[in-house]
């Protein structure tokens, strides 16, 4: 069976330019302090997917009001 990228695109990427997301914390401050402190200022914050950004690994440009977060796939939720 041969899926098509884009089909492999589509299951890779949940969200899209435009959608909803909230963030959450994914590590302790012990594992990693400064992504925990990153994480912090906008956990459980509810923003809108600006960019989507696929290498080196999926990543999101989130934007909060005024101000914008580059956040991973696993740290966000739909």
């Given at each position: ?50 960019e989507v950004i696929n290498h080196p690994r999926i990543q999101y440009r ?17």
């Amino acid at each position: 069976m041969i899926i098509s990228d884009v089909e492999n695109k589509h299951e890779m990427i949940p969200y899209e330019v435009g959608d909803s997301v909230r963030v959450q914390q994914t590590c302790t401050e012990e594992e990693d302090s400064e992504s925990f402190y990153y994480i912090q200022a906008f956990d459980k914050k509810k923003g809108e997917v600006m960019e989507v950004i696929n290498h080196p690994r999926i990543q999101y440009r989130v934007r909060f009001g005024q101000a914008e977060a580059v956040l991973y796939h696993e740290e966000i939720i739909g």
